[in-house]
Structure formats: C-alpha cells, structure tokens
C-alpha cells in the first residue's frame, strides 16, 4: 500500500523525521510523515492498529484509552498508531475515512481489518486477540470465549456472534465457539441456522456440555413451535386434569413463553399422576430440560430432586 507524501513523494522507510514522544511503550501518535514507519514497515513485524480519531469527537474520547489500555497489555504483541485526523487530512483522504473513530489493522504493509464506532473493551480485546492469534493472552481461544460469553450475557448478540465466529476460523469446530454462535442463532430466533451450526462441531467435541446444552435448548424451542393458544390449553387441563397430553402441552406453552419453572411444575405432575405415560414422556422431557439448563442450575438441581422423590416414592 502506498502513501503520497509532501510534494508528491512515496513515504518510504528511510528519512523519516523522529517519531513522536510514545504514549506508553507500546502507543504513539502518528503523522503522514512517520505513517510509512510507524505502520506499513512496523506491521511487517507485529499487527500494527491505527486509529484514527479527532479532537471534537466524543466517541473517540472512549475508545481511544480502551483500545491504549488493551494495546500496553499485550506487551508487545501488537501496536497502537494514534492519527488525528484534522492534523493529517491527507492520510485521511488516502485511506477514505469517513467519520471517526475510524480502526484500521496492518499487517505485512496491508489493512487486514478493522471497525468503525466506539466498541466495548470486550470487543477490542477479541479484535485485538484475533489480530495477533492468541499473542496478547495467556490462551487465544479461551480469552476470545471469555469476551463472547460477556457480550452475549450483556445482549451485545452481534458482538459475541462475532468473536464466536473469530474463534471457529482459527480452531474449525471448537465446541464452545460452535455451542456459542448456535446460542447466538436461537437467541434472535433462527432455528434452522443455529441447527446448521451445531452440525459444523468437530467430531471429537459432539459430547461437550456447552454443545449438548445447546442442542437441548434447540430441541425444545422446536417443539414449542408447535404449541398451540395457552389458554384453550389450560382450559382442556381445568376440565380433566387427568388429560395429560394437554398437560404436556401446557408444560411446552409455558416454557414457549419463558416460564421454565412452570412447565417443570406440569411435567413433574404428569409423572406423578402417571410415570409411564407415552412411553414416559414426561420425564425424558424433564431430562431435555436438564440438559439446556445446565447440570448446576439450581432449578435443574430442585427438579431432580423432586422427580427423584416422585419416582423412589
């Protein structure tokens, strides 16, 4: 990639001025005059991340310290490159930036990614983590996990889709990137893709909780699909609490609608009235329900206590 220097000159390596003063061992500022050293020369070494920003824009006044802090401790593993766009309007107009904050990633001379917009520092970390493969951390795929898993529990689904997705490309069929992106389909409703997705786990990880949780929480959101309206379903119950296959669809109505303990509270009872109905269809469903929440929720641990109870009664 080159750049256009004053007076029409490609920037090259040599006869640079002095790069600034570093904002740390591992960021500095950056002008058009040290572009070619400080980033396409310095990233044939280590990933190099540009930012470009400006003094008026307020989102840049909270990336910038988060992507500065995530930087200095990679130590090393990659660089920071800091480009006020009003000073350098020119390398502003080369790289086509449109608005700020605007990040780019260097690597061999070459952009290779990056982002528009202020992110959370969880998803700086995941960019950062896939840019230098697992340098800037202890373990590349469980720190990238990690940030995923923050993101989807703060309902940034995107975001953990995303670092899912940077996981699967380094390690194809890791369990819990697979477990996680599936987790990312069903949570905005995609079905039939959060199914393809469980399919691409490596054969070795098809027995991973994360992955048996998930296929489980699959399985019952189908058959919620099926659930007909809740009301004419209790109104079958109140007049022959004996019916069980309206109890049960009672039980798949109330988890279709987010009331697991309720549906447990129905299918507990069926297995109380009668174990064996339909070949015990109550109780593997309890089991389903075990499995997509988990080994140490403590509903599941309550549950199987009281169908322990029930059946060794």
């Not at 969880?122 to 990238?144: M, N, P, S």
């Not at 009235?273 to 389903?288: F, I, P, Q, S, Y």
Request: net charge negative; hydrophobic share 40%.
């Amino acid at each position: 990639m080159a750049l256009i220097g004053p007076g029409g000159r490609p920037l090259g390596s040599a006869g640079k001025p002095a790069a600034p003063a570093a904002q740390g061992a591992y960021v500095r500022d950056g002008s058009i005059e040290t572009f070619a050293a400080d980033v396409l020369d310095a990233s044939r070494e280590v990933p190099v991340i540009v930012d470009f920003w400006a003094p008026w824009c307020g989102p840049c006044k909270q990336l910038g310290p988060a992507i500065e802090k995530v930087v200095n401790e990679a130590k090393g593993a990659v660089r920071l490159v800091k480009i006020n766009i009003d000073e350098n309007q020119e390398i502003a107009r080369q790289l086509r930036i449109q608005s700020v904050p605007t990040v780019y990633a260097f690597r061999n001379g070459q952009p290779v990614d990056g982002f528009m917009g202020a992110i959370p520092e969880t998803q700086i970390r995941a960019f950062v983590q896939q840019l230098t493969g697992g340098e800037a951390g202890h373990d590349h795929a469980e720190e990238v996990l990690a940030a995923a898993e923050e993101m989807f529990a703060s309902g940034d689904v995107g975001g953990a889709a995303q670092a899912y997705g940077h996981v699967l490309q380094d390690e194809p069929g890791h369990p819990k990137a697979v477990a996680g992106l599936a987790r990312c389909y069903l949570k905005t409703g995609d079905l039939d893709r959060a199914r393809k997705t469980l399919g691409l786990v490596r054969p070795d990880g098809a027995g991973d909780e994360a992955i048996r949780t998930v296929d489980a929480e699959l399985k019952l959101r189908e058959q919620a699909q099926n659930v007909g309206d809740t009301l004419g379903i209790v109104a079958r119950v109140e007049r022959d609490p004996n019916d069980h296959q309206a109890r049960y669809d009672l039980a798949l109505a109330f988890d279709a609608k987010g009331d697991r303990d309720a549906a447990i509270r129905e299918l507990l009872e069926i297995v109380r009235r009668d174990r064996k109905w339909n070949d015990e269809a109550a109780r593997k469903h309890l089991v389903t329900l075990f499995d997509a929440m988990g080994p140490t929720d403590p509903r599941t641990l309550d549950a199987r206590r009281k169908l322990s109870s029930i059946l060794f009664s």
